[in-house]
């Protein structure tokens, strides 16, 4: 059984910075993407950041572009999201997801059957 588990949330001021870690267990298949997903008070799921399995995909959403940063370390199964510069409007609760399509999308509905609980990230101004 495919589980993620995020980490590495927090609180923040505006400007500072923060690493989320998401560790997967449970699958072999190496044909898979994995995403970082965010969902605000009141907003809907949106995608952040996107990696396929071997680096080759990469997705940014407009509003992160140039200040995160998503990685993975293959040996431990893990994926980062390195956020920078972080901003009030980044408040959110981030999740990671798995999904086994063989295309990477940036909607949360398009193949990822597999989600961690969460974790919370506040910037304050």
């Known amino acids: 059984q495919v589980q993620l588990a995020e980490s590495g949330g927090g609180s923040v001021q505006a400007g500072g910075s923060l690493r989320l870690s998401c560790a997967a267990s449970?699958?072999?298949?190496?044909?898979?993407?994995m995403g970082w997903f965010r969902q605000a008070p009141g907003k809907e799921r949106e995608g952040v950041a996107l990696?396929?399995?071997?680096?080759?995909?990469?997705y940014y959403a407009d509003s992160v572009k140039g200040r995160f940063t998503i990685s993975q370390d293959n040996a431990k199964n893990t994926v980062y999201l390195q956020m920078n510069s972080l901003k009030p409007e980044d408040t959110a609760m981030y999740y990671c997801?798995?999904?086994?399509?063989?295309?990477?999308?940036?909607?949360?509905?398009?193949?990822?059957?597999?989600w961690g609980q969460g974790t919370q990230v506040t910037v304050s101004s």
């Open positions: 990696i396929s399995a071997g680096g080759g995909v990469t």
């Open positions: 997801a798995a999904s086994f399509w063989t295309v990477c999308y940036s909607s949360p509905r398009m193949g990822y059957n597999y």
């Open positions: 449970g699958y072999s298949d190496s044909r898979h993407c």
